[in-house]
C-alpha cells in the first residue's frame, strides 16, 4: 500500500508517494532523479549510497521510507552551497582523491559525517573512520590526504 512520506531534502520539503518498503536509495534515484548517491552492494556494506540523515551518515540502501519522515536529508547533490564546493568535496578535487568516482559521492559524505565529529583526526581515526566506504581503484591515500586538508579547510587554516 502507497504511503506518503514527507522529509527534508537538501535544505527543501518534499513530499514523495511510495511503498513504505521501498528504500531512501531508490526514492532519491528513481523518483527525485538525484543519482549522485549510487547503488553499490545494497546491503549496506560498501558505502556507496551513503547520505546524511539527521546530521549521520546513513547507508541509504537500507533506511526504508516510513523510517524517512520528518527526517533531514543531505545528499551529495546538496553540500555545495551557491556554487561553493563544500570543504571535502574541494580537497577531494584538489588531491585527486577519485579514479572512476563511483565510491566518491559516499565517501565524501562519510567524511563530512567524520569531521563534523572529529575536526581534528589523527591519520588513524580517518582510515578507521574511512574503512567501512570501499574503493577498488586504491586511490585510498588520497582520500586520507583530501580529508586531513578538508579538516584543515573546514578550522579556516590555510591550505599548502
Given amino acids: 500500500m502507497p504511503i506518503n512520506v ?4 537538501n535544505g527543501k520539503q518534499v513530499e514523495v508517494q511510495t511503498e513504505k518498503d521501498q528504500t531512501l536509495l ?5 523518483q527525485l532523479s538525484l543519482t549522485g548517491t549510487k547503488y553499490g552492494c545494497g546491503e549496506g556494506l560498501c ?3 551513503t547520505v546524511l540523515m539527521n546530521d549521520q551518515a546513513v547507508r ?3 533506511i526504508f521510507m516510513e523510517d524517512v519522515a520528518g527526517s533531514r536529508v543531505i545528499t551529495i547533490e546538496g553540500l555545495a552551497k551557491d ?16 579514479q572512476c568516482g563511483y565510491c566518491t559521492p559516499g565517501m565524501i559524505m562519510n567524511a563530512v559525517d567524520l569531521l563534523n565529529n572529529n575536526p581534528e583526526p589523527t591519520r588513524q581515526e580517518i582510515i578507521e573512520g574511512m574503512e567501512d566506504n570501499l574503493c577498488r581503484c586504491g586511490a585510498h591515500t588520497r582520500i586520507i590526504k583530501a580529508i586531513e586538508s578538508a579538516s584543515k579547510a573546514m578550522k579556516g587554516e590555510p591550505q599548502p
Fill in 60 to 62: 541509504s540502501c537500507g
Fill in 83 to 98: 556554487d561553493q564546493l563544500h570543504p571535502v568535496q574541494q580537497a577531494f578535487v584538489e588531491n585527486d582523491a577519485l
Fill in 26 to 30: 531508490w526514492v532519491l534515484r528513481t
Fill in 47 to 49: 558505502g556507496s549510497c
Fill in 6 to 9: 514527507k522529509f527534508e531534502l
